[in-house]
């Protein structure tokens, strides 16, 4: 039975709740009633309780105040908030104390009832998973007494071969451990949760240890199955598989079978996700260390590969050709340049994606992202002085504890080198469409003007300028050219009585009849005819 207290200022709805609901039945025993948020917590330092049901609106203290307390000293306690407030302020609040229901008054008999049915759900649930830990708990305790501990440091000691092998098999004969085969190897498991790919709390270092004991106990239920060998602890809660066979070729198949077994029931039983690391086959204890050493070394690969992998050291490995990279380094650079965000991102997806797909470790991950940032900073300089490549940066790639995390630092800071530098042309080419502008509206008469001769006044290249502006306004270098002679032609034409031939000369045209064609096909009239209407 799960104890509950009540608190209400209003007696009445005290009565009716604690009469309409059936406590028993529900899995409950209602042990008080409290009248405010005071004298509830006066009443469970005395007498601890499951659930609080408590409405907020209370003299003294409050429901949220009363809230804040049990969080506070109480947490293992589930507080259900009932109150004719409706306002989202005590929701925000009821999120920061850990409530576990918010209910709005009035609440019917069948309401409350199906409320506390999860409640007891959950604190089921809880209680099952306690229960559980503390036997785990004790079983260990137990486990760091006695001899297995002396047992995990003799083999600790055999597969790393900082001891000579015959003191090593003379020690575990006392204990009735027998070494034999004509070929052994090692795994070596990291629980994913507690490696340097996460960050962990000092009381998950706690729980570590645990679940260690966890794994090692799974590992040799199964390894004695197959008869295959032993399971112990190693440095920082890793377990070590020692594992022989007289029948090698056979044994290949067995193990990965017997890793995967292990893997699978770690999960079923923890929900804890595992690596492993299968070191090579050696011919004698003598050589354990090098399969001690390759196995460990497996493990590195995680940082790019992920979590809750098998990685086989007996495995073909593709080569590593990081000229490979050299498509992408290229392509990421003129992304950049050009601001075309889809071609960086494919080609830091082909990058990503090459490198889980070989056998690279984190150093040299690290490089190959180290040398992106430095074609970003170099291509955002060529336009962007005041751009740069941050400390900060730098270190976040270096700590990254995985190439997820390493690569969208990576991203981040490419993106805004790509920005920088859309930025800075944007800026560059309003100035020098500006710039294009007054020079033509200063050179319109000369009959030379082209786009080469603008290009040489603004030390640009001709396609750079066309698309600059063009982009700024909307029409070619030609276009505008045209427009602006045309524009000086006919105020001439309204204003003044020169000849046709030499109003063309005014305005650029060498060519008088090349000056009608055009103004024709500009304004609809020959420049006789448009004279001739703007004077009359």
Same mark, same amino acid.
Request: glycine letters at 4%; aromatic letters at 8%.
């Given at each position: 039975?799960?104890?509950v207290?009540?608190?209400?200022?209003? %007696?009445?709805?005290?009565?009716a709740?604690?009469?309409?609901?059936?406590?028993?039945?529900?899995g409950?025993?209602l042990?008080?009633?409290?009248?405010?948020?005071?004298d509830? %917590?006066?009443?469970?330092?005395?007498?601890?309780?499951d659930?609080?049901?408590?409405?907020?609106?209370?003299?003294?203290?409050d429901?949220?105040?009363?809230?804040?307390?049990?969080s506070?000293?109480?947490?293992?306690?589930a507080?259900i908030?009932?109150?004719?407030?409706?306002?989202?302020?005590?929701?925000?609040?009821? =999120?920061?104390?850990?409530?576990?229901?918010? =209910?709005?008054?009035?609440?019917?008999?069948?309401?409350?009832s199906?409320?506390?049915?999860?409640?007891?759900?959950?604190l089921?649930?809880?209680?099952?998973?306690?229960?559980?830990?503390?036997?785990?708990?004790?079983?260990?305790?137990?486990?760091?007494k006695?001899?297995a501990v002396? =047992?995990s440091?003799i083999?600790s000691?055999?597969?790393k071969?900082?001891?000579e092998v015959?003191?090593?098999?003379?020690?575990?004969?006392?204990?009735?451990?027998?070494?034999?085969?004509?070929?052994?190897?090692?795994?070596?498991?990291?629980?994913?949760?507690?490696?340097?790919?996460?960050e962990?709390?000092p009381?998950?270092?706690k729980?570590?240890?645990?679940?260690?004991?966890?794994?090692?106990?799974?590992?040799?239920?199964?390894?004695?199955?197959?008869?295959? +060998?032993i399971?112990?602890?190693?440095?920082?809660?890793?377990v070590c598989?020692?594992?022989?066979?007289?029948?090698p070729?056979?044994?290949?198949?067995?193990?990965?079978?017997?890793?995967?077994?292990?893997?699978k029931?770690?999960?079923?039983?923890m929900?804890?996700?595992i690596?492993?690391g299968?070191?090579?086959?050696v011919?004698?204890?003598?050589e354990?260390?090098?399969?001690?050493?390759?196995a460990?070394?497996?493990?590195?690969?995680?940082y790019?590969?992920?979590? +809750?992998?098998m990685?086989?050291?007996?495995?073909?490995?593709?080569?590593?050709?990081?000229?490979?990279?050299?498509?992408?380094?290229?392509d990421i650079?003129?992304?950049?340049r050009?601001?075309?965000r889809?071609?960086?991102?494919?080609?830091?997806?082909?990058?990503?994606?090459?490198?889980?797909t070989?056998?690279?470790?984190?150093r040299k991950?690290?490089?190959?992202?180290?040398?992106v940032?430095?074609?970003?900073?170099?291509?955002?300089?060529?336009?962007?002085?005041?751009f740069?490549l941050?400390?900060?940066?730098?270190?976040?790639?270096?700590?990254?504890?995985?190439?997820?995390?390493?690569?969208?630092i990576?991203?981040?800071?490419?993106?805004?080198?790509?920005k920088a530098?859309q930025?800075?042309?944007?800026?560059?080419g309003?100035?020098?469409?500006?710039?294009?502008?007054?020079?033509?509206?200063?050179?319109?008469?000369?009959?030379?003007?082209?786009l080469?001769?603008?290009?040489?006044?603004?030390?640009?290249?001709?396609?750079?300028f066309?698309?600059?502006?063009?982009?700024?306004?909307?029409?070619t270098?030609?276009e505008?050219?045209?427009?602006?002679?045309?524009?000086?032609?006919?105020?001439?034409?309204?204003?003044t009585?020169m000849?046709?031939?030499?109003?063309?000369e005014?305005?650029g045209?060498?060519?008088?009849?090349y000056?009608?064609?055009?103004?024709?096909?500009?304004?609809?009239?020959?420049?006789?005819?448009?004279?001739k209407?703007?004077?009359?």
């Amino acid at each position: 039975m799960y104890k509950v207290l009540l608190v209400d200022d209003e %007696i009445l709805v005290r009565e009716a709740i604690s009469k309409k609901i059936e406590w028993n039945e529900l899995g409950y025993e209602l042990v008080g009633d409290c009248e405010n948020g005071k004298d509830a %917590i006066e009443f469970v330092k005395s007498h601890p309780v499951d659930v609080v049901l408590t409405d907020i609106c209370m003299p003294y203290i409050d429901g949220m105040g009363l809230s804040k307390y049990l969080s506070e000293n109480c947490p293992q306690t589930a507080i259900i908030i009932f109150s004719g407030y409706s306002d989202f302020e005590y929701a925000k609040q009821a =999120i920061q104390y850990k409530v576990s229901e918010y =209910i709005l008054k009035p609440v019917t008999a069948k309401e409350l009832s199906e409320v506390l049915i999860r409640i007891r759900e959950k604190l089921d649930s809880k209680r099952k998973e306690e229960k559980k830990i503390d036997q785990l708990t004790k079983v260990y305790h137990s486990y760091t007494k006695n001899e297995a501990v002396i =047992i995990s440091r003799i083999l600790s000691r055999l597969v790393k071969g900082t001891q000579e092998v015959k003191r090593s098999l003379d020690e575990l004969k006392e204990f009735d451990i027998e070494i034999s085969g004509s070929s052994y190897r090692t795994v070596v498991i990291d629980i994913d949760v507690y490696s340097g790919l996460y960050e962990i709390n000092p009381e998950q270092k706690k729980e570590s240890a645990l679940m260690a004991f966890v794994v090692e106990n799974i590992s040799s239920e199964i390894i004695s199955e197959y008869n295959a +060998g032993i399971a112990f602890r190693d440095v920082d809660n890793r377990v070590c598989l020692l594992l022989w066979t007289n029948r090698p070729q056979e044994f290949r198949k067995e193990i990965v079978e017997i890793c995967k077994d292990i893997q699978k029931n770690v999960y079923s039983a923890m929900q804890l996700s595992i690596s492993m690391g299968m070191g090579c086959y050696v011919d004698s204890l003598e050589e354990l260390s090098k399969s001690y050493e390759s196995a460990s070394e497996m493990l590195q690969y995680r940082y790019t590969k992920g979590s +809750g992998i098998m990685f086989d050291c007996e495995e073909e490995k593709q080569k590593e050709n990081p000229m490979e990279l050299e498509m992408d380094y290229r392509d990421i650079a003129i992304a950049i340049r050009g601001g075309d965000r889809e071609v960086m991102d494919d080609a830091m997806e082909h990058m990503r994606s090459w490198l889980k797909t070989g056998y690279i470790n984190r150093r040299k991950s690290i490089a190959y992202l180290q040398h992106v940032l430095q074609i970003v900073y170099e291509v955002g300089r060529e336009t962007q002085e005041s751009f740069v490549l941050p400390d900060s940066v730098l270190t976040s790639i270096t700590e990254a504890r995985n190439l997820d995390q390493a690569m969208e630092i990576t991203k981040e800071y490419a993106l805004s080198g790509l920005k920088a530098v859309q930025e800075a042309c944007q800026t560059s080419g309003e100035r020098q469409a500006a710039q294009a502008m007054e020079y033509i509206k200063d050179n319109y008469g000369n009959p030379d003007l082209s786009l080469n001769s603008v290009c040489e006044y603004l030390n640009i290249s001709t396609s750079r300028f066309s698309t600059i502006f063009k982009e700024e306004t909307g029409k070619t270098f030609l276009e505008v050219l045209t427009s602006v002679r045309m524009e000086k032609a006919k105020q001439m034409l309204q204003k003044t009585t020169m000849k046709n031939y030499e109003i063309a000369e005014k305005v650029g045209f060498s060519d008088p009849h090349y000056f009608g064609i055009a103004f024709k096909k500009a304004t609809g009239m020959s420049p006789k005819e448009y004279a001739k209407g703007r004077k009359s």
